[in-house]
């Protein structure tokens, strides 16, 4: 102990903290300031994605995606995490944001018809993987074959490696991208 106390002046002692009485919650809230804009836009796009899930299911999942930035995610991480997960997210006959692995192209192909499904096209989607491709370009030949059926397919960027998206409207894609835009969420036509 001689030694560290002659090396840094045999200051090893720091006085204790100041005491405060605020809970974690209230010294959080405190870093992070409340936006309620953001919070109506990230509720407006959650709704706007999951615009043809019935209605409970569509209540249930917004809530879930506002209670994860309720506490303390980002926008496009709430987003994400409240549709996408495994036990309490969307449920798969209801798909409408798919997230897939850039080497993920068997859960593409499992999980492709179920989103194009849920979107309310009739006509099945049918892809099979011929070994050559990333998966950029298999996401934008989705869209190319959405496209006669009016609809398109929008990328969401969840801060990970990733290719998120979901399907929507051809008429409804300018509002979908000002409203994330007012809710900080990266949404794009073009893969990222």
Known sequence: MGTWGRLFGGRFTMPPPDETDLSDSACFKALRPDLPHQRRALKALTEAILARTPETERGRLVRRVIRKLDGG??????????????????????LALISVDWRGFDSFEYLAPYLVRASGIDTPFAYSHEGHGPMPDVLKALDAWLEPHDRRFVHLHPGSDSYVGFITLKARVPEILELAHAAAIEVRLESF
């Open 73 to 94: 995610e980002c926008a496009s991480t709430a987003l994400y995490e409240g549709l996408v997960d495994d036990k309490r997210g969307q449920k798969l006959e209801e």
